[in-house]
């Protein structure tokens, strides 16, 4: 697609987190809340079609519902192409560089790349991946997973939001066919090269006092709903020994996740969320669901692990008079960045160290179908998923540089 020189040669990645600062913001939690298909992650989806739009690229829009902002070559030939990007969707009071800050740095090293004499011979695609986090429908990276067919369309179709929406009818409120929404082997047979930035998520550049990373890999993660039925009953009505209340199966066998994970070395389990059915201060709760996120290298420990949590939680709910019942959500293997496309990025980024990550990725699962690769931008305390996850606006524009550096190494 041609391209008309614009105002955007020296907008700079922190400019343009500026301008999406005042989009998403969570007055009662902090931070940022930009589920899928939310007004605001709507509103950072139009952002960056303008943004795109300015530097003279056409946006198209998947049957998954990703974003795709082509830079063509002269020939219009879009196979073997590099392409970066990242997503826009946050947790719920997340923090503001965890998705966005590799959509901004794409931005700003297409400018960079714009004004090098290049003589490419790849095409260039930036991508905004829908529902990274699963924040919404409880699957993370599912844009990703249904372009590659590592979710069933079926089964994602199905997937429902807190209010019952299902996935099929808020993405069909949002324009997409339904019937497209799946495995897309066209478009990923056109990506060369996948190459994520993001904001680190650990504080492995913060202790090495360097600014940009290479991924090396990411760990093997899954997630799982646990639901523990009791009684609902009155709370001022209802004596102590006559209760069977799912909660405090729940909170015991919360305690019991955490004693587990920290008998098996390298494991993390984490509760993150309890939603207890129907959720009075003066009720006492019918049902309880809660989701587990373990995470683990080995995939069979993982399996391990849950087995024992479900073991564990079978006991303390049966203790209570409760049933439990836990199903898998997700499951995503350990995956190595692609080792030939990590070496040149290690020659593009000379002295950047390779650091894995616990955390999870589109990266990741685009990893089992194309070479894949990261860059990681220093966060000097490590918190993620957080309003105070942070990033120096030096680093930022370092993270930017490094990865023009890394795309134009690519391209030629
Ligand atoms: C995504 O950020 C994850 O690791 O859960
Ligand atoms: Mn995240
Ligand atoms: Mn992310």
């Not at 993405?171 to 019937?179: E, W, Y």
């Amino acid at each position: 697609m041609p391209h008309t020189p614009l105002d955007t040669q020296n907008t700079t990645v922190t400019e343009l987190m500026a301008q999406i600062s005042g989009t998403g913001q969570d007055r009662t939690r902090g931070g940022y809340t930009r589920p899928v298909y939310s007004t605001a992650e709507l509103d950072l989806r139009a952002w960056f079609i303008e943004q795109a739009t300015r530097r003279g690229l056409g946006v198209e829009e998947d049957g998954n519902g990703a974003l795709w902002a082509w830079w063509d070559l002269t020939s219009g030939e879009r196979s073997n192409a590099v392409v970066t990007g990242s997503h826009l969707d946050s947790v719920p009071g997340g923090g503001p560089f965890d998705g966005p800050l590799g959509v901004a740095s794409a931005l700003v090293a297409f400018d960079e790349l714009r004004l090098r004499p290049l003589n490419r011979t790849r095409a260039l695609a930036m991508v905004v991946f829908p529902e990274e986090e699963g924040s919404r429908f409880g699957v993370a990276c599912l844009g990703s997973r249904l372009m590659t067919g590592a979710i069933d369309r079926t089964k994602a179709l199905n997937l429902r939001d807190q209010d019952g929406n299902t996935f099929a009818d808020i993405a069909s409120k949002n324009g997409l066919d339904v019937r497209r929404i799946g495995p897309d082997p066209a478009l990923l047979s056109r990506i060369g090269a996948f190459v994520e930035l993001h904001v680190e998520q650990g504080l492995g550049l913060g202790q090495l006092d360097h600014p940009v990373a290479i991924g090396g890999s990411i760990l093997g993660h899954g997630r799982w709903k646990l639901s523990i039925s009791g009684q609902g009953n009155h709370a001022g009505t209802t004596l102590m020994r006559d209760r069977r209340d799912p909660m405090v199966a729940a909170a015991r066998t919360i305690t019991a996740i955490r004693q587990i994970a920290l008998a098996q070395p390298e494991a993390r389990a984490t509760v993150g969320r309890v939603q207890p059915v129907p959720g009075g201060t003066n009720v006492i709760a019918s049902r309880v669901d809660f989701w587990l996120d373990v995470r683990h290298p080995d995939d069979a420990v993982t399996a391990a692990v849950v087995q024992r949590i479900h073991d564990s939680a079978q006991l303390l709910a049966a203790e209570e008079g409760c049933t439990l019942e836990l199903g898998q959500e997700s499951l995503s293997p350990t995956v190595a960045f692609d080792a030939p496309l990590t070496a040149r990025l290690g020659r593009a980024l000379p002295g950047a160290p390779v650091l894995d990550t616990g955390a999870g990725h589109d990266a990741g699962v685009l990893a089992g179908h194309v070479p894949s690769a990261m860059v990681f931008v220093r966060n000097p305390s490590g918190i993620s998923h957080s309003p105070e996850e942070h990033v120096e606006d030096a680093d930022a524009e370092l993270g930017a540089a490094a990865l023009a550096d890394a795309l134009g190494f690519l391209l030629v």
